[in-house]
């Protein structure tokens, strides 16, 4: 079988290469607006870009009626977020945070969960997240022509919170996180990363 992807529509295409693409972690990513209002909302079109200096990428894509999402609006205001980390504990307030609300509403009340102030950045970090990171952006790409359909945030980590007891001071690991991820297709499926075997790379 040979696809084209200039032969499929939106729908098609995403069902198609998130199939491919999978399992995909997921950015919790909160902000904060110009009125103080706080935003979260999971992004699964999300990856580490480099390690030293500590860089991650997300993509947003815009609204069905073609408006710019709350998470862009605002980091385009601030240019800062923070990403959380997703575990099997927190999926379904996880879920509840991907509806669409009005601007005004704050997806840490309706999910009930708990704003914590940051550090470095305004936007607030999830209380209840094991692992937060405050990250400004660096730079940020508009994908699709003519108007842009997606785009993608590449920002810098500028500090990590992680909850003591997934923390091991002495390898600097982080382990028994049990974070989701998600899978493809129509259906919305998700997994966890728990099935693993090893390998060791092999040396010239």
Known sequence: MKINPANLNQQESHHLLTDIVMPRPIAWVSTVDEQGVFNLAPFSAYSMVSSRPMVVSFSVGIKRDG??????????????????????????????????????????????????????????????????????????IDIGKPLPIYSLIIGEVLCIHIKDEFYDSKTRGVSGLRAIARLGGERDLYCLGQDTFEMERPSL
């Open 67 to 140: 408006q710019k999402k709350d998470t862009l609006r605002n980091i385009e205001l601030t240019g800062e977020f923070v990403i959380n980390v997703v575990t099997k504990e927190l999926a379904e307030k996880m879920n509840i945070t991907s509806a669409n609300y009005p601007g005004d509403i704050s997806e840490f009340e309706k999910a009930e969960l708990t704003p914590m102030k940051a550090d470095i950045v305004k936007a607030p970090m999830v209380a209840e997240s094991p692992v937060s990171m405050e990250c400004r952006v660096i730079q940020s």
